[in-house]
């Protein structure tokens, strides 16, 4: 286990006024990386879907918490944590593949597929009844980068 | 949240302002409809160029105007997305349902 050279958690109630609020203080923690405008937007926008999943899915009828970790890394290497304890997938393989929804109308069932490319890597831990681990990561190479 | 409704030549013009979520779609989903259900225009133009932030929700808010724009026989243009938006956007495919262009110069 590698040890991060900074750390926050976040736990907020399941309520969808909570989406700008949570994206925002992520971003705000990965501001120390001097991130680029496109890596913080990166950043802000998984982060949006990851959280609307939790309240629009993991908690459909009911609300709980959300809980979310961010770490930072020697080199610049941001990890996020975004957890819930709702009703889980069922089928993450499904749920990842791009244009499902559960809900049909208005989502547009491409919430992973942003998270996926906006981040460099995605992983879906989840167990029926008992909730939801969304890990993203990303490099970032940040302002000061040579390139 | 905020949208301006604009009517000129048998279009709508909705000018989407801020940040565009779960949270807030709801809300401009319900302007934008009561116009183009009263108004009944050719084209739905949707103006994303004051939109600061935008998730997998805005994706949704238009393939929900297109579904209803195609029950009346009419289409979807998307004006004026910034670079991060346009990324999500590309990203959907939605081109192939919606034409995005900037209409600055008009």
Redesign the interface.
Known sequence: MRTPINEMRLTIESRSINEAFSRVAVSAFAAQLDPTVEEISDIKTAVSEAVTNCIVHAYENTSGRIYITAKIFEGGQIVVKIRDRGCGIPDIKQAMTPLYTSKGGERSGLGFSVMESFMDKVTVYSNLGRGTTVTLLKQINGRYSDD | MPVTIEVKNGEVKAILQG?I???N?ASM?KNIDESVERLRPKRLKLDFGEVT?????G???V??RYNTMSLIGGDVEINNPS??IEK?FN??GISKIAKICSDKEE
Not at chain 2, 53 to 57: P, T, V, Y
Request: overall charge negative; cysteine-free; glycine content about 10%.
């Open positions: 940040e979520d779960h949270h779609a989903r932030f935008m998730d997998s929700s994706i949704g808010l393939m929900g670079a991060s999500i990203l959907s």
